[in-house]
């Protein structure tokens, strides 16, 4: 029986954390929550700016967390080093720019190809999986197969954000990448502004494995507490 792994991503119980730059809440400790909730991996951004997870969280987490680490973070040596060092068991690379509230798009990985190949190999030599995080294009499923990724997270937030027949463009769009990723090797991800309501034709496509939810996550957990937020959340998926 097909079973969608979930990743929980804690980032934004960082980011309440940040706003007044104190100890609560713990990330850490919604880790343990989320795990008791049914995740199958803790899934945290660890950005240029330090904007929500910080190092010491991800030195903790990797003490702490049972299931597995998706280590999010943009293709740059500093982040390699620690990744390198802190040793989770996925890492997924993403874009990012300073400005931006949240990722705002897929990377383009037909146009950073050697980059980002020199990255994965470097990765892999640690024994850590690779995900490229790519907008539900053709050509960049292809570039990530070509990169040697192990998968790809396809950004679903285009669809999370239409409405009506636009949002069955975009999952077409999802399908078809998702059909082309696992013809070419790759494991299937996908992830970004899914919610409660707009989960259920994602996680119908037959390729995709694992989706990375956060935002809705830790919304929810306002009015329930977290560990029965992602519950709900794992009852909705196969």
Do not use: C, W
């Not at 790809?152 to 954000?161: A, K, V």
């Not at 996550?217 to 029965?228: D, H, K, N, P, Q």
Request: proline fraction near 4%; avoid cysteine.
């Amino acid at each position: 029986m097909r079973k969608i792994r979930l990743g929980v991503n804690i980032d934004h119980v960082a980011t309440l954390r940040q706003a007044r730059r104190g100890k609560e809440p713990d990330p850490v400790h919604a880790a343990v929550m989320a795990e008791l909730g049914g995740a199958d991996q803790i899934t945290v951004h660890l950005r240029e700016d330090r904007r929500h997870i910080q190092d010491r969280d991800l030195e903790l987490l990797r003490g702490t967390v049972q299931t597995g680490i998706d280590m999010e973070m943009a293709a740059v040596p500093e982040m390699v080093r620690i990744a390198s060092r802190i040793l989770p068991e996925m890492v997924t690379l993403v874009p990012e720019k300073r400005q931006e509230i949240t990722t705002e798009g897929g990377l383009d990985a037909a146009g950073q190809l050697r980059q980002l190949a020199g990255v994965v190999r470097r990765l892999q030599k640690k024994d850590i999986r690779v995900a490229l995080f790519v907008d539900p294009v053709l050509r960049q499923v292809r570039a990530s197969a070509e990169a040697g990724a192990d998968a790809i997270e396809i950004n679903t937030g285009r669809y999370s954000e239409s409405r009506g027949e636009k949002a069955e463009r975009e999952m077409d769009k999802i399908r078809r990448a998702s059909a082309l990723g696992a013809e070419a090797g790759l494991a299937v991800h996908a992830g970004h502004g899914l919610n409660y309501r707009n989960i259920f034709p994602v996680a119908d496509v037959p390729e995709v494995e694992e989706l990375n939810i956060g935002h809705s996550i830790v919304s929810r957990a306002v009015f329930v507490g977290l560990e029965m937020a992602v519950r709900e959340m794992r009852d909705l998926l196969p």
